[in-house]
């Protein structure tokens, strides 16, 4: 391997403008490939697009009363089109994050709810289910028990 290498390097520096010149066009025909995959993706995109953004805003705004603080545009790879990502900000005081399809104009998800489930809860409903199913599990036991010694 060394070998290999050490050859490479004798060859690259005898012959550095031409390794030079076809790295060059290396990294332009990448760029160029690059830059056209993405466009086309772009364009596709922006043809899907049959909720503008303000139609978009209202179909959130029926959702989730309050006033539109922020928007973010996203492209979707997957699907071809942009997802809208509205940030509301309720009569409460609360922040929430809405996101929206362009093409179809529907929710996607919506976060931020004000019931909010803290770790803690979650582990005491986990606690709560587990010590039930150990009850249930030592009647079982407590009955297989009694009909065996009748």
């Known amino acids: 391997m060394k070998e290999f290498i050490s050859k490479l390097r004798e060859k690259l520096t005898k012959n550095n403008k031409k390794t030079a010149r076809i790295a060059a066009i290396v990294v332009a025909v990448i760029f160029v490939i690059t830059v056209t995959v993405f466009s086309i993706i772009y364009f596709r995109a922006k043809a899907n697009i049959k909720y503008s953004q303000d139609?978009?805003?209202?179909?959130?705004?029926?959702k989730v009363k309050g006033e539109v603080v922020g928007?973010?545009?996203?492209?979707?790879?997957?699907?071809?089109?942009?997802?809208?990502?509205?940030?509301?900000k309720t009569p409460n005081n609360v922040l929430r994050d809405v996101k929206m399809d362009s093409e179809y104009g529907v929710i996607l998800n919506?976060?931020?709810?004000?019931k909010k489930q803290t770790k803690k809860n979650?582990?005491?409903?986990?606690?709560?289910?587990?010590?039930?199913k150990q009850s249930k599990n030592e009647d079982n036991k407590n009955e297989d028990n009694n009909s065996n010694q009748e």
């Open 110 to 114: 919506s976060k931020g709810n004000i």
């Open 71 to 88: 928007v973010n545009r996203e492209l979707n790879f997957k699907k071809d089109s942009f997802d809208y990502d509205f940030k509301i």
């Open 55 to 62: 139609q978009l805003e209202k179909i959130a705004l029926t």
């Open 122 to 132: 979650n582990t005491n409903k986990v606690r709560k289910n587990n010590k039930n």
